[in-house]
Nanobody
Framework: QVQLVESGGGLVQAGGSLRLSCAASGRTVNYRVAWFRQAPGKEREFVAAQNWGGSSTYYAAPVKGRFTISRDNAKNTVYLQMNGLKPEDTAVYYC????????????WGQGTQVTVSS
């Protein structure tokens, strides 16, 4: 069983940066990890992911070039560095993880709010 806890959200002006952290209770070295977000009145959407071995990363088109997903295996922590933030990035951000190489994500955090003001 893995528990995920996000942190690092907050209020930032457009053009600013934030780094979200997702701390795992157990070892997630060989887990797929991802970030999703959900804006008010919208469905949850994919933001970024890193594959099972950590060798590949994937980004949604709206964030590509601005966001970076990374992990520190020694700290069992996944990060989402967000630069050039826009008001449309405002959402609750969730991290997710799974031990399988493909498929849905089993473990989810509680979310952290990111608000970008114009």
């Amino acid at each position: 069983q893995v528990q995920l806890v996000e942190s690092g959200g907050g209020l930032v002006q457009a053009g600013g940066s934030l780094r979200l952290s997702c701390a795992a209770s157990g070892r997630t070295v060989n887990y797929r990890v991802a970030w999703f977000r959900q804006a008010p009145g919208k469905e949850r959407e994919f933001v970024a992911a890193q594959n099972w071995g950590g060798s590949s990363t994937y980004y949604a088109a709206p964030v590509k070039g601005r966001f970076t997903i990374s992990r520190d295996n020694a700290k069992n922590t996944v990060y989402l560095q967000m630069n050039g933030l826009k008001p449309e990035d405002t959402a609750v951000y969730y991290c997710a993880a799974d031990s399988r190489r493909v498929g849905t994500y089993t473990y989810w955090g509680q979310g952290t709010q990111v608000t970008v003001s114009s």
